[in-house]
């Protein structure tokens, strides 16, 4: 039994407890999910807890049960990395070897005025910083000035905020896009240069769901290259399409929250395809780890969970939901980085509920690609191994 549907859904810096290199990151101890529990003893994450999320790992409020109706587990990073693109390329079969560049004290100066005289605006910031706290700081004097505010994190980010009503939007993706193509080659190689407008005044503004990534195309093919070249059709939501440069991708659908990823997928659901639906739900990570703020991101995974039963209710007996994760983002972790984590990995199809188990932990990311690989007969990635077998031999 193969399966004609799967739909991939992230949910974006859900990790599961510190991978054991974590201490070269500054990362020893994280552990996303089970901190955020400890924040919110009432979490209330029923359904979630009925696919076997509490039988990964010790989680409280989350007990284990005897029949889980998903198969779960849980899979380790090798890629040298632990942002959002390291993430994704490798769930999609490609290890990532090399660390894309970060710039913890702020961006060269001759980059910066290469960028300023090309686009013909003055920039401030030029730091790591939070994006809120970054807009609050500058955002008057932007609004004043008309410059740029760039900033960057312990990611591999060329961040670029502006104030709509002083720097209109197409003139701000022009600006990403100067941006993208000064720093695609040594010595400037960036993963990502993000769009960051916002709206309102000072001790009021907001970023909008404007938001564009400019991500670099995936050095090496992965699986939706594969899927695309033999026709079946690859699908994404969310900030997908941007991850991977629309490489291997037919249909994209942005999003502006978490709830409207989730329901741009149901939707897709119920229309007939041939192949893989990608979903990212960003909001975990960009609203709730980044900002600290475990009380809001249980809020947000109680709201994925009481979408889940709509979600499973379009999986037929000829599909697979899995639902996973890039990397974590423990709240409760020094500083607002990313954390270096195991990620979670739950498999759905109804016709395996009774039988549904344990598939331990995986040694890269890559098996997810390698299964999806097995599945539709396609070229199999260069790293991961396949755990189809496990699914269907029942």
Same mark, same amino acid.
């Given at each position: =039994? ?36 400890? #924040? ?34 849980? =899979? ?38 290469? %960028? ?110 594969? !899927? ?15 991850? %991977? ?32 639906? %990608? ?7 960009? !609203? ?83 299964? !999806? ?6 070229? #199999? ?14």
């Amino acid at each position: =039994m193969n399966f004609e549907r799967v739909c991939v859904i992230v949910l974006d810096s859900v990790g599961i407890g510190s991978l054991p290199d974590a201490d070269q990151f500054g990362d020893d101890g994280t552990h996303t999910l089970r901190h955020i529990c400890e #924040q919110s003893p009432n979490i209330n994450l029923n359904n979630l807890e009925s696919l076997g999320l509490g039988n990964i790992d010790h989680l409280p409020s989350i007990n284990p049960v005897d029949h889980p109706k998903a198969f779960h587990g849980k =899979m380790a990073e090798i890629s040298v990395g632990k942002d959002t693109m390291t993430g994704h390329w490798e769930l999609m079969g490609l290890e990532v070897k090399v660390p894309f560049q970060v710039f913890p004290n702020g961006f060269p100066k001759e980059l910066i005025a290469r %960028f300023e005289e090309l686009t013909g605006r003055k920039v401030l910031g030029n730091k790591p910083a939070s994006g809120t706290a970054i807009i609050e700081e500058f955002g008057k004097e932007q609004k004043k000035t008309g410059a740029w505010i760039v900033y960057t994190s312990a990611d591999s980010v060329f961040q670029i905020a502006a104030h709509e009503e002083v720097i209109p939007l197409e003139e701000l993706y022009k600006g990403c896009e100067i941006a993208r193509k000064l720093t695609l080659e040594d010595p400037y190689v960036v993963g990502r240069v993000i769009a960051r407008p916002f709206i309102g005044e000072a001790g009021r503004f907001e970023r909008t769901a404007n938001r564009r990534d400019y991500a670099l195309t995936p050095f090496g093919k992965t699986l939706l290259e594969h !899927l695309d070249k033999d026709d079946y059709d690859v699908i994404s939501v969310g900030k997908i399409n941007d991850i %991977f440069s629309g490489v291997g991708i037919q249909q994209s659908y942005p999003t502006k929250s978490n709830s409207h990823g989730i329901q741009t997928t149901i939707e897709l659901l119920k229309d007939s395809f041939h192949g893989l639906l %990608f979903t990212n739900l960003v909001d975990f990570d960009a !609203l709730y780890g980044h900002r600290r703020d475990p009380h809001g991101y249980a809020k947000a995974l109680e709201e994925f969970d009481q979408y889940l039963p709509a979600i499973m209710n379009q999986i037929g007996e000829k599909d697979l939901l899995v639902i996973t994760a890039d990397h974590g983002n423990d709240p409760t972790h020094v500083g607002t980085d990313h954390t270096r984590e195991y990620v979670p990995i739950l498999i759905y199809n109804p016709l395996l509920e009774r039988v549904a188990g344990d598939i331990g932990t995986r040694n890269t990311f890559a098996d997810l690609a390698a299964t !999806l690989a097995e599945n539709f007969n396609v070229k #199999q990635p260069d790293i991961g191994e396949s755990f189809l077998d496990l699914l269907i031999q029942k």
